[in-house]
Structure formats: structure tokens, C-alpha cells
């Protein structure tokens, strides 16, 4: 696994953040707008924190494991 760590994502809605705190494992989804050359998070979600983290790339569209 990854060791902890801060990753500076912009929200467009703060309510995507309600309820997580330092330390929790977190599942999140961000978008990107390469034309704007811009990127934010637009889903969060605290995981059991004896979950297996899959650090997978996926993208758009792509069926859930």
C-alpha cells in the first residue's frame, strides 16, 4: 500500500468533505479539464479503516470491479 499523505485537491463543494477527518481512508473521484488546465474533486467517501485500497486507474465510464 501507499504510505498516508496530503493531496491538495480543489472542491467545488465543500459538502463533498463533510464528515472525513485526517487519517481516513477515502475513496475520491476527481475531474479534469485539460482544455482549462484545471482539476477538482467531486466525490469522497470514508472507507472501514481495514479497507484494501485498489489503486487502479479508471476512467469515465469504466465498470466498477
Known amino acids: ?3 498516508p499523505m496530503t493531496m491538495p485537491f480543489p472542491v467545488k463543494d465543500a459538502a463533498v ?3 472525513l477527518r485526517v487519517g481516513d481512508k477515502v475513496e475520491f473521484t476527481f475531474v479534469t479539464d ?4 484545471q482539476y477538482w474533486l467531486t466525490s ?3 472507507l472501514s479503516p481495514d479497507a ?3 489503486f487502479g ?3 469515465t465510464g469504466d465498470p466498477s470491479p
Open 44 to 46: 469522497a467517501e470514508k
Open 52 to 54: 484494501t485500497l485498489d
Open 1 to 3: 500500500g501507499m504510505k
Open 17 to 19: 468533505l463533510e464528515g
Open 57 to 59: 486507474l479508471k476512467a
Open 34 to 37: 485539460l482544455n482549462a488546465k
